[in-house]
T-cell receptor, first 113, second 112 residues
Framework: SQTIHQWPATLVQPVGSPLSLECTVEGTSNPNLYWYRQAAGRGLQLLFYSVGIGQISSEVPQNLSASRPQDRQFILSSKKLLLSDSGFYLC????????????FGDGTRLSIL | GDSVTQMEGPVTLSEEAFLTINCTYT??????LFWYVQYPGEGLQLLLKATKADDKGSNKGFEATYRKETTSFHLEKGSVQVSDSAVYFCALSETSGSRLTFGEGTQLTVNP
């Protein structure tokens, strides 16, 4: 069966520090991969999605970036964090066919001080 | 573009009460529809889905019927439990690819 792993589960970072969140998927090949952010008490905001290695689409211009160095690895990064980057970050994967459900990781709670 | 509108929360019910969370959508094509549930501090879990008009998705006592004529996908459960307390998200998929459009979520609290 397929599984998705995100780490770390929680992270506290100072303003201006760099960020790297990692997401890996097991048990499937060529998944579509997604990064979302969820602010407290709010819905999900799609940040990036990827349909293949090295292919990244950005939904919201900001100081975050994403990379997909391997088929089942998706990384969210920032060179310099802002206070507004605080939130709950969720990674998800889906099969490549149309109308497929997405499957989510357990999320990373990021707090910026 | 595609959009999903959910009933505003929070919703507070007593145990064994009947639950309805309304969801309506706008889409240019023929999307699939989903309900996700998020328990406190966790990621989203797929609760149920429906891929075409008149399909009924069901899981764990929850049901939702894909109504194309009213562009709705309301979530129902006949008798809620305290353990159902969570945030519920309605979502649709674009007809090409697997990107999802989510509603804003509805917080459900069930009291004993």
């Amino acid at each position: 069966s397929q599984t998705i792993h995100q780490w770390p589960a929680t992270l506290v970072q100072p303003v201006g520090s760099p960020l790297s969140l990692e997401c890996t998927v097991e048990g499937t090949s060529n998944p579509n991969l997604y990064w979302y952010r969820q602010a407290a008490g709010r819905g999900l905001q799609l940040l990036f999605y990827s349909v293949g290695i090295g292919q990244i689409s950005s939904e919201v211009p900001q100081n975050l970036s994403a990379s997909r160095p391997q088929d089942r690895q998706f990384i969210l990064s920032s060179k310099k964090l802002l206070l507004s980057d605080s939130g709950f970050y969720l990674c998800a994967w889906a099969g490549g066919l149309s109308n497929q459900p997405q499957h989510f990781g357990d999320g990373t709670r990021l707090s910026i001080l | 573009g595609d959009s999903v509108t959910q009933m505003e929360g929070p919703v507070t019910l007593s145990e064994e009460a009947f639950l309805t969370i309304n969801c309506t959508y706008t889409a240019t094509g023929y999307p699939s529809l989903f309900w996700y549930v998020q328990y406190p501090g966790e990621g989203l879990q797929l609760l149920l889905k429906a891929t075409k008009a008149d399909d009924k998705g069901s899981n764990k006592g929850f049901e939702a019927t894909y109504r194309k004529e009213t562009t709705s996908f309301h979530l129902e459960k006949g008798s809620v439990q305290v353990s159902d307390s969570a945030v519920y998200f309605c979502a649709l998929s674009e007809t090409s690819g697997s990107r999802l459009t989510f509603g804003e979520g509805t917080q459900l609290t069930v009291n004993p």
